[in-house]
C-alpha cells in the first residue's frame, strides 16, 4: 500500500467512470439479463415471457445435443491442449539449446500468434480442402477417404490442428522464458554429476517449468474453450452433424441462429460458472506462487 | 552450453526446421495461391512457387467491387479493420491508465468495490453472453457504428492490473517530491506517471493491436451492412466451398491481406510484444 496519496475527493471518481460505465453497461448489465432470462421462456413470437423456474437448466442438461457439445468441447480443448503445449515445449527446449540462431528461430516461430483464429482455420481448411487443397488431393490420391467438409472425425481433426497451431506460438514464449530464467549453474552442477542432457532435462529443467505449465494449461483450455469460435465458424459452421458443435458454438447458433432465448441464456450462465471456475484455479496458482517462489 | 554436442545440435536444428516449415507453410501457400488465377487454384495440386498473377489479383482485389460481400471493396474493409483496431488499443491503454491511477495514488470510499467490479469483468467474456450483449447493442442503436465495434471491447482488467502493478512499484518518493514541488495529481500523471510507463504502453498496443484486429465474434454480432464489416469477417463471407463462382484469387488476397498488418506488428516490434505477452498475462 502506498504512504502518499493524493488528497482530492472528487478526482478519482472521474477518473474511473469511464472504465466503470463500460463495465456496468457492456458487461453487468447484459450477465444479469442472462441470469434473469435464464430463468423465463419467451413464446417463439417474443410477445410474452413465463417464469419457470430452473427449467430451462434441466433442458439444457438433459438434452442430448448439449451433452454431445460438452463432449466436444472436452475432446476439443483437450487435444487441442496437449497438442500447442507438446509442440512449444519441444521447440522452446530446442531453441533455448541452441548457441547461436536463438534470435532468427524465435522470430520464425512467434508470428502466428498474430493470425486470427478465424483465418487460421481457413488457412488450414485451404490445405485440406478435397476440392482443391494441395493436402487434400494428395489424401485422396493415396486412398483416404479424405472430405473433413463431410466426415465428422476429419472436420474434428482439422479444427484441433488450425487451433493449435495459432497457439504454439504462445506457449513457445511462455516455455522458453520459463526456460530462460533457470539458473546456468543448476544445469552445470547437474552436469558435473554426471547427469546427461536428456536427464538434466527430466530432473531439473521440468520440475522447475511446473509453474509455467500449469499457468499456460490453463491458458489453453480457456483459449480452446472460447477463443477458437472463429476456427470452428469459418470452417465447419458446428458440422457435419454437429461433430464440432463447441459449447460457445451452440449459444451462438441457438441463441443468434435459433432465437431460443431461454435455452441460450441458460447455456450462457453454465458457461459462466465454468469461467469463473477456471479463472479461481488460474488466480489460486498466481497467488500459490507469489507466495512461494 | 555445457558440452559440445554436434550431433544434438544437428537434431534440434533438424527439427527446428521443420517446426519452422510447419508454422509457415500454411500462410506461405496462401500466398502462392494469392498470385495465381482461379482456374490454376482449381487445378490442384497446386505448384509451390508463386504465380505470374500477383500485380493482377492485388489490384483487382484493390479496385474491382467484390460481388459476394455487397460491392464493398477491400480498401473499405482494411479501413474499418484498422479503426476497430487501433480504437480498441488506444481506448483500452487511456480507460486502464486513468483507472490504475485512481485506484493507486488515491484513497477514496468505494476503491476496492470498484476494483472488484473490474476485476470480474474477466469472468464475463463476450462469448458467454452474447444474445444478452446483442439486445443491449441493438436497444442502443449502436449496430453497424464503430462505436458498438470498439466500445464494449475498451474495459480490460488486464490492462488495469498491469498498470496498478508497475505504479506500485513507484517509490513514495518520488511522490511526495512532485507534491513538495507543487504539483497536482493531473501534472503528477501528465509529468512522471506516463513518461515512466512509456514501455509498458508500447508493449500492451502491441498485444491490444493484434488483440483488436483478431476479433470475430463482436464483429460478426454487430454489424449487419457489408461496408462496416471487418476484414474477417468478409473473408467468410467470401468463401463458399459449395458455390461454383467463388473467386478464389481474391479470397486469397484477402487472407494475407487479413493476416499481414498483425503478423508485421509482431515481427517489427518482437522486444515490445514479447515483454507485453509475458508480462500483461501474469
Not at chain 2, 148 to 162: I, K, N, R, V
Request: aromatic residues 14%.
Amino acid at each position: 500500500m502506498r504512504r502518499t496519496t493524493f488528497p482530492n475527493k472528487v478526482l478519482p471518481y472521474l477518473l474511473l467512470a469511464p472504465q466503470i460505465a463500460i463495465t456496468l453497461v457492456f458487461f453487468f448489465w447484459p450477465a444479469g439479463q442472462a441470469l434473469w432470462q435464464s430463468l423465463y421462456r419467451e413464446d417463439p413470437w417474443g410477445l410474452s415471457s413465463a417464469f419457470v423456474g430452473l427449467d430451462n437448466f434441466t433442458r439444457v442438461l438433459t438434452d442430448p445435443n448439449y451433452l454431445h457439445s460438452l463432449q466436444v468441447t472436452a475432446a476439443f480443448s483437450a487435444a487441442t491442449a496437449v497438442l500447442a503445449l507438446a509442440a512449444g515445449l519441444l521447440f522452446a527446449v530446442m531453441v533455448d539449446g541452441l548457441s547461436r540462431g536463438k534470435r532468427i528461430y524465435q522470430t520464425l516461430l512467434i508470428w502466428p500468434y498474430a493470425v486470427a483464429p478465424a483465418v487460421a482455420g481457413m488457412l488450414w481448411l485451404f490445405l485440406f480442402s478435397p476440392a482443391m487443397g494441395t493436402f487434400g488431393i494428395l489424401l485422396r490420391r493415396a486412398g483416404v477417404a479424405w472430405d473433413p467438409l463431410l466426415d465428422g472425425t476429419q472436420a474434428f481433426l482439422l479444427v484441433t490442428v488450425a487451433a493449435a497451431w495459432k497457439q504454439v506460438s504462445y506457449n513457445f514464449i511462455f516455455f522458453l522464458a520459463g526456460l530462460q530464467a533457470i539458473p546456468k549453474s543448476l544445469h552445470e552442477a547437474a552436469a558435473i554429476d554426471g547427469a546427461s542432457p536428456l536427464r538434466r532435462f527430466w530432473t531439473v529443467a521440468f520440475p522447475l517449468l511446473s509453474p509455467v505449465s500449469f499457468y499456460l494449461l490453463v491458458v489453453n483450455i480457456v483459449y480452446a474453450f472460447f477463443d477458437t469460435f472463429g476456427v470452428i465458424h469459418a470452417v465447419t459452421g458446428g458440422g457435419p452433424a454437429k461433430a464440432t458443435e463447441t459449447l460457445v458454438y451452440k449459444v451462438f447458433n441457438d441463441g443468434y441462429v435459433g432465437l431460443d432465448l431461454g435455452a441460450s441464456s441458460a447455456q450462457s450462465v453454465i458457461l459462466m460458472a465454468i469461467v469463473i471456475a477456471l479463472t479461481a484455479v488460474q488466480f489460486r496458482y498466481v497467488e500459490k506462487k507469489v507466495h512461494y517462489a | 552450453m555445457i558440452e559440445r554436442r554436434p550431433v544434438a545440435n544437428l537434431v534440434s536444428h533438424f527439427l527446428l526446421v521443420i517446426g519452422v516449415l510447419v508454422m509457415a507453410f500454411p500462410i506461405y501457400y496462401s500466398f502462392v495461391a494469392s498470385t495465381r488465377t482461379v482456374a490454376e487454384i482449381l487445378t490442384p495440386p497446386l505448384p509451390l512457387w508463386p504465380g505470374a498473377h500477383f500485380v493482377d489479383n492485388y489490384v483487382q482485389a484493390f479496385t474491382g467491387s467484390l460481388h459476394r460481400i455487397g460491392g464493398v471493396n477491400l480498401g473499405t474493409l482494411l479501413f474499418n479493420t484498422t479503426v476497430v483496431a487501433l480504437a480498441i488499443a488506444v481506448g483500452k491503454i487511456i480507460i486502464s491508465l486513468l483507472s490504475a491511477y485512481a485506484v493507486v495514488f488515491f484513497r477514496f470510499p468505494g476503491r476496492m468495490l470498484f476494483f472488484w467490479m473490474i476485476f470480474i469483468t474477466l469472468m464475463l467474456p463476450v462469448e458467454v453472453r452474447i444474445m444478452p450483449t446483442y439486445q443491449v447493442m441493438v436497444d442502443l442503436g449502436l449496430i453497424d457504428t464503430y462505436t458498438g465495434l470498439t466500445l464494449p471491447l475498451m474495459a480490460s482488467a488486464t490492462a488495469t492490473f498491469l498498470f496498478r502493478q508497475f505504479f506500485l512499484t513507484i517509490p513514495d518518493e518520488l511522490v511526495e517530491a512532485a507534491r513538495i514541488d507543487g504539483a497536482g495529481p493531473l501534472r503528477f500523471f501528465r509529468d512522471v506517471l506516463l513518461p515512466l510507463s512509456k514501455t509498458n504502453i508500447a508493449a500492451l498496443f502491441v498485444i491490444l493491436f493484434i488483440y483488436g484486429w483478431t476479433q470475430y465474434l463482436w464483429p460478426l454480432l454487430m454489424t449487419n451492412s457489408n461496408d462496416m464489416n471487418t476484414i474477417l469477417i468478409a473473408l467468410r463471407k467470401m468463401v463458399s466451398f459449395a458455390d461454383a463462382d467463388t473467386q478464389w484469387h481474391v479470397v486469397m488476397v484477402t487472407t494475407i491481406l487479413a493476416l499481414l498488418p498483425p503478423v508485421l506488428v509482431v515481427v517489427l516490434m518482437q522486444r515490445w510484444f514479447v515483454k507485453g505477452l509475458v508480462e500483461s498475462e501474469k
